[in-house]
C-alpha cells in the first residue's frame, strides 16, 4: 500500500535556472503531509524584476508537475506563494494569475499530501 509519504527531494532538486536557495528547510507533518519551504534570490542582482517572478514562477510550477510525476498518483502537491497573499496552486493546473511585483526574494512552500489510499 502507498498510503506515506517514503520519497522526498533533496535540496538540489529544488534548484532553479537564475535563483539560488537563500533558504531551505522539510517538515513532515506526519507521514501523510510534507512541506518544503524554500526561498529563492537572484543569483545576478539584489532583487528579482516582475518579469523574472513571472518565469520564477512558471519554472516552479514545472518543478511542481515534475515532482508529482515521480511520485506515487496519489499522492499530489500544492504549490504556496507566501509572497503572494499565501496563495497556493495545484501544479495540474493552469499557471497562477498572480499580480506580480518585484521582490528581493521569492518565498515558497511545496506542500506534498497522500490524497487518498490506494
Not at 535540496?11 to 507533518?29: E, N, P, T, V
Not at 494569475?97 to 528581493?104: A, G, H, P, T
Amino acid at each position: 500500500m502507498k498510503n506515506s509519504i517514503t520519497k522526498s527531494f533533496e535540496m538540489g532538486d529544488y534548484a532553479i535556472k537564475g535563483a539560488q536557495i537563500d533558504g531551505f528547510s522539510m517538515r513532515l507533518h506526519d507521514r501523510e503531509h510534507l512541506s518544503t519551504e524554500v526561498k529563492y534570490v537572484p543569483a545576478c542582482c539584489d532583487s528579482f524584476t516582475k518579469e523574472q517572478v513571472e518565469e520564477l514562477i512558471r519554472r516552479i510550477m514545472e518543478k511542481a508537475r515534475d515532482f508529482m510525476e515521480k511520485l506515487h498518483e496519489n499522492i499530489k502537491c500544492k504549490v504556496i506563494f507566501m509572497d503572494f497573499e499565501e496563495t497556493g496552486f495545484a501544479p495540474d493546473s493552469d499557471i497562477p494569475s498572480i499580480e506580480v511585483r518585484s521582490l528581493e526574494k521569492l518565498h515558497v512552500i511545496y506542500r506534498f499530501s497522500v490524497e487518498y489510499y490506494i
